[in-house]
Every structure is written in structure tokens, then in C-alpha cells.
């Protein structure tokens, strides 16, 4: 018998000494895996064409969007999942959707393996694989047990618990007084280093919107919350100053850990959630119970797994309900719009008529789940009151592509780039100021792809195209979500026998792009930020995709490989090939209105006005 292993998963121990006894046992045995592991065995990388993935990702996409939209009683799927404002398909869709991708890679490998070999065992994250296609029957998936040990991590629960009883007094002592604000900001984004426009010195603080936080007038303030942590995965829970003192002396601040606490000690909110709760179990059992397809059962049972955080949503919803109705608030402007833990605090806003608005924060394309939106949709009022963008062409994008009413786009440019005009007055200085050393600096900007095979072969080609380049340090300015494991990306350069580089989150971006000779990145917005400060952008594009545009603008150079790129960043070193200006002026007009220092205070005009 041929037989065939794929592992797309960590395998437990007891998992990886079944697969060595196999070997062992006189069968013909071939092992495939989708990604590099620390194995004690001999396995085949294997990897899809780029065709295929790009086929998957856009068939799923619209299977995501088509599904919202199914009727069932005369009612669609997202309709049927509506309580109490809240669109629980549109929480959910982001994280349905990237699950249901992964798992059609997988489904596409292991049936071309189901026709070479007269059996396949996959070992897969799941769930229910087999539900999402007709599986050949020579297949079997094997799935996580489901037993894996908690970690223990006590002195994060305590920090959290410390953090917490902070956060509700200096919230409690701010209730004392009325705020009588007209316009409230939402800042739930992780604190990255970015330089004060005024010192040029490192603060932590919200990337996206640090430059209107500090033009904002008495008639703003902020709502601050810190993501939960997620104790059972061991990641831990550091103290800092910010939490607890308000850095930005020209704005209120009430902690939203205060808001949700309150609501805790309140009889009515827990007899709304208990009777809004039983509603949302009982309507996705009988969903169950429908006549549908197996895909769609999947769905189904994606979002009852999910139900935990429903939960969550649900009671943080409440609780922003009690607390918008002791307020006078106009506005609530805040970025990451579309995200489940904003949506609920936007959907109470809206049960008090206040208007809502959503910045962008990010690069927006037709795989974006957050941004793709039925006819359906757009007719229930599922996006936001005014959405303000960079430019021309985002405005055009989702007013196009994702059918947002012309009347609530808006153009102001992109915040971050205020400080623009400064830092390019003062580029020695910040060079210094880094302490990185005196060598051509080139810049890896990471991201934390959901597609966890492209993202390691993203960062072995960066460190194998740079690790014979003496006159070259590169730096992987790591994704705000990678923060916390920069370990991934060392092993990595180990592999590569890279170590000419630095691992950075401290250090500001913009002060990196400055000082760099050259970028690298995928496909993140922070390509667009390398053009406007006119540094030469390699997009490594291994599926073709181009999904920001950036080379069929012409204002990045494509690379598939690290053969490519290192031959790129050769010829852009020695001054052979350099950027098109007149493409990247072209594309500056269209992605960012303007880089001339004024675009939070347009922000904050368009805010004023959208009364």
C-alpha cells in the first residue's frame, strides 16, 4: 500500500511517535508538511501553486458573501442573526472567512495526494474539514485532541486584576463630573512607538491616530480599552505607565474597563443579556436543523462555536447602551471600524442617534473581509454613518467594489503623514537616534499573513537575499501583532544562516523609513508609507497577486523569490535602478489626497461637520 502523511498542523507527541512507529512498520510512507517543523523524522515541504491559492481565495470570498445573504424563511442568514442591532454574521465574517480559506488550501493538497496515493492521513487544526467538500474517500482527517494543558500564568492574572481595579476607580473618579463633550474617539489600538510631531522623541501611542489625538479641541474626548489577554495561551500581561496616566493632557480619557464593570453590578443589563442570549442559542439551533448544505452547516457551526465571543459582544453592547444614555455625544469616530470589539460599541452608539464614523486605517482590497459588503448590506445600513479615507481611490474602491453611498465617503489623507514634512528636515538625526549601525539600512516590514506557509517563506527569502551583503543590516520592523514573538523570525534567520539584521517594535516606523536605504513587504500599507517618503518598494508577491496595486502602479518593484530580490536590492544599492517619481507623485494624489501636514486637522473639521 502508497501511503501518504500531511501534516498542517503541530503534531503532540503522542501524534509524532505514531507517525515514527509507522515508518518503522514496513509500509511504503511518504510525509509532507505545509510548513517547516521541528520534526524527528524526514518530511516534503509541499506547496500550491499560486494559481490555485489565488483561485481559493477569491471563490471563498464570495461563497463568504453569497452565504450572509441566504434566505431562510424569507429572511437572509444575516437578518436571521441580527439581535439587538447587532449583525452577529458581520462580527464574525473576518474570522469565518480565514478559517474557511486555510482550510480549501488544505482541502486542494490532500485531494491531489487522494490521487496518488492509495491513502492519506492529514493531520489538520480542523474542524470538520470534511464537511466543507466531497472528500475522496481514501482520506482521513485527524484533529487536535482538544486536551492541550492550560498554561499557567498566574502573574499576568494578577496584573490584569491590578489593572482592572485601577482602570474602574480613575473611570468612577471621572464620572464625578459631566464631560459634556460633543465628539468621542475610540482608541482600542495596541501602543506602537511613534515620534511626537513637536519633539521628535518615541511615545507609545495609537499609530493611526496620534496626530489627531494631539489637534483635538475641549470639544473631543477618548474611550480607551486594552485588549483582553488570553491567559489560556500563555501570553502575558505586562503593566504599563500608559494605562494608568492620561499622556494626552488636551483630552478627557474615561477607560472602558469602567464602562463594562459598571455594568456588571446592573440587575436590567444582566436580564437583557440573559433573555438576548437565549434568543441568539435558540435561533442557531433551529438554523442547525435546516435544510442545507454541508458547507453550510459548517458555517452554522462556526458561529456556535464562536458564541463565547458573541458573549462578550453582547454585553459590552449593553453596557455602552447604559452608558451613551447618561451622555450628550454627537460622534464616535474611531478606526478598525468593522472589527467585532468596535462594532458593538458603534452599534450602541447608533441606538442613541449618534453618528457614527470609521477612519481608514489600512490598505482596502477585494479580499478584505471587513470591507466587502452585499447589495443586502448596503440596504440594511450595515456600514457606518461617514467612513473618511486617504484618497481618491478609496473612495472610488468602496464606493465600487463594496456599494458604499457616495454621499458617506470622504477624503482627508493619512494622519500618520503630518509628520512627514518634519522628519524629512531632520533625516541624519534619526539615524542616529535609532543606533543601528553605519551600513545601508534595509527594512523587512513583517505582517502576520493568515496563509502561515507564505508568511515563513516571506521571511526566509528576506533573510536569504540579504545574508552575503556585508555593506547591508537589515531590519525587521515587526507587525504590532508579532510584538510579542520575535523568536518566530530569529529561528527563521538561523535557518537562513542570516546575521546581518536586527528584530525591532520599539522603534518608530517612520524614523526607520527615514533612515533606510530601501523597503520590503508583502502587501502592507506601509509600502504606500516607503512612497511617500520616495524609497525604493520591493513587493514580494509569491502568488502574483498584487493586491494593493503597488507594481501595477509602478511604484514598487516585484519579486517572487529571494533570487529576484536580492538581484532588486543589488541594483538599488549601486544606484542602477530607482524609483519612478513621476509615477509616485501619480500615485500620492490618488492614495493619500496630500502629504502636506494638514490632514488630521481635516479630520478633525470633517468630524465637526458631520453634526
Not at 489565488?54 to 453569497?66: C, Q, S, T, Y
Not at 495609537?206 to 485588549?227: S, T
Not at 458593538?344 to 486605517?361: E, F, K
Request: hydrophobic share 40%; charged share 25%; aromatic share 12%.
Amino acid at each position: 500500500m502508497n501511503k501518504a502523511i500531511l501534516i498542517n498542523r503541530t503534531l503532540s507527541a503522542a501524534e509524532t511517535d505514531k507517525i515514527s512507529e509507522l515508518l518503522t512498520s514496513g509500509i511504503k510512507l511518504s510525509i509532507f508538511a505545509t510548513s517547516s517543523l521541528s520534526l524527528p523524522f524526514d518530511f516534503q515541504l509541499i506547496e500550491q501553486e499560486a494559481e490555485t491559492k489565488r483561485e481559493i481565495n477569491f471563490r471563498e470570498m464570495d461563497a463568504m458573501l453569497k452565504f450572509g445573504d441566504t434566505d431562510y424563511q424569507g429572511k437572509t442568514l444575516a437578518e436571521k442573526l441580527t439581535f439587538n442591532g447587532m449583525s452577529l454574521w458581520h462580527y464574525h465574517k473576518f474570522r469565518v472567512y480565514f478559517i474557511l480559506r486555510n482550510l480549501s488550501y488544505e482541502i486542494a493538497l490532500v485531494q491531489k495526494l487522494a490521487s496518488e496515493f492509495d491513502e492519506v492521513i492529514c493531520y489538520s487544526s480542523g474542524p470538520e474539514t470534511d464537511l466543507i467538500s466531497d472528500i475522496a474517500d481514501n482520506v482521513e482527517f485527524r484533529y487536535p485532541s482538544g486536551n492541550k494543558k492550560q498554561k499557567n500564568n498566574l502573574i499576568s492574572k494578577l496584573n490584569f486584576g491590578f489593572f482592572l481595579a485601577i482602570r474602574f476607580l480613575a473611570g468612577l473618579f471621572q464620572s464625578f463630573r459631566k464631560s459634556g463633550k460633543k465628539h468621542l474617539f475610540l482608541d482600542r489600538a495596541t501602543k506602537q512607538w511613534c515620534l511626537n510631531i513637536n519633539s521628535l522623541k518615541p511615545e507609545p501611542e495609537n499609530y493611526n491616530l496620534a496626530y489627531v489625538f494631539a489637534g483635538a479641541d475641549n470639544d473631543f474626548m477618548v474611550i480607551d480599552e486594552v485588549e483582553q489577554p488570553k491567559f489560556d495561551e500563555g501570553n502575558p500581561f505586562r503593566l504599563k505607565k500608559w494605562m494608568f496616566f492620561n499622556p494626552r493632557k488636551n483630552l478627557k480619557r474615561i477607560p472602558g474597563e469602567y464602562i463594562l464593570m459598571r455594568a456588571v453590578f446592573s440587575p436590567a443589563i444582566w436580564r437583557n443579556f440573559r433573555l438576548i442570549d437565549g434568543n441568539i442559542r435558540n435561533t442557531l439551533s433551529s438554523l442547525l436543523n435546516e435544510s442545507m448544505s454541508s458547507k453550510e452547516k459548517w458555517l452554522i457551526k462556526r458561529m456556535i462555536q464562536f458564541h463565547k465571543a458573541s458573549r462578550l459582544y453582547l454585553f459590552k453592547n449593553l453596557a455602552y447602551q447604559r452608558y451613551f444614555a447618561s451622555q450628550n455625544f454627537r460622534t464616535i469616530s474611531t478606526i478598525d471600524e468593522n472589527s467585532p470589539a468596535v462594532r458593538s460599541i458603534l452599534d450602541a452608539g447608533r441606538s442613541h442617534n449618534i453618528r457614527t464614523i470609521g477612519i481608514q486605517h489600512g490598505n482596502i482590497h477585494e479580499l478584505h473581509p471587513a470591507y466587502r459588503f452585499t447589495e443586502n448590506d448596503i440596504q440594511r445600513n450595515l456600514i457606518y454613518d461617514t467612513t473618511i479615507v486617504w484618497g481618491e481611490y478609496w473612495k472610488e474602491f468602496l464606493n465600487k467594489v463594496s456599494g458604499y453611498p457616495i454621499d458617506r465617503l470622504f477624503t482627508a489623507g493619512q494622519s500618520r503623514t503630518d509628520i512627514i514634512p518634519v522628519l524629512l528636515k531632520h533625516r541624519e538625526k534619526l539615524i542616529a537616534q535609532s543606533g543601528l549601525p553605519k551600513k545601508e539600512i534595509v527594512v523587512f516590514a513583517s505582517q502576520l499573513q493568515q496563509d502561515p506557509l507564505l508568511r515563513e517563506r516571506a521571511a526566509f527569502d528576506v533573510f536569504e537575499s540579504v545574508k552575503e551583503m556585508t555593506n547591508v543590516h537589515l531590519v525587521v520592523k515587526l507587525h504590532p501583532s508579532e510584538s510579542g514573538d520575535p523568536e518566530y523570525y530569529h529561528r527563521i534567520a538561523a535557518q537562513a544562516q542570516c546575521s546581518n539584521y536586527t528584530i525591532t517594535s520599539s522603534i518608530d516606523l517612520y524614523q526607520l523609513i527615514a533612515s533606510c536605504k530601501l523597503l520590503i513587504t508583502c502587501f502592507s500599507t506601509v509600502g504606500a508609507e516607503a512612497v511617500y517618503f520616495s524609497k525604493p518598494l520591493i513587493i514580494l508577491d509569491h502568488l502574483e497577486q498584487d493586491i494593493q496595486g503597488y507594481i501595477s502602479q509602478n511604484v514598487a518593484f516585484k519579486a517572487t523569490g529571494w533570487q529576484e530580490m536580492k538581484s532588486l536590492i543589488e541594483r538599488i544599492l549601486s544606484d542602477d535602478l530607482k524609483p519612478d517619481e513621476e509615477a509616485r507623485e501619480i500615485f500620492i494624489r490618488r492614495n493619500v489626497f496630500a502629504i502636506d501636514g494638514q490632514t488630521s486637522a481635516r479630520m478633525l473639521d470633517l468630524i465637526r461637520r458631520s453634526l
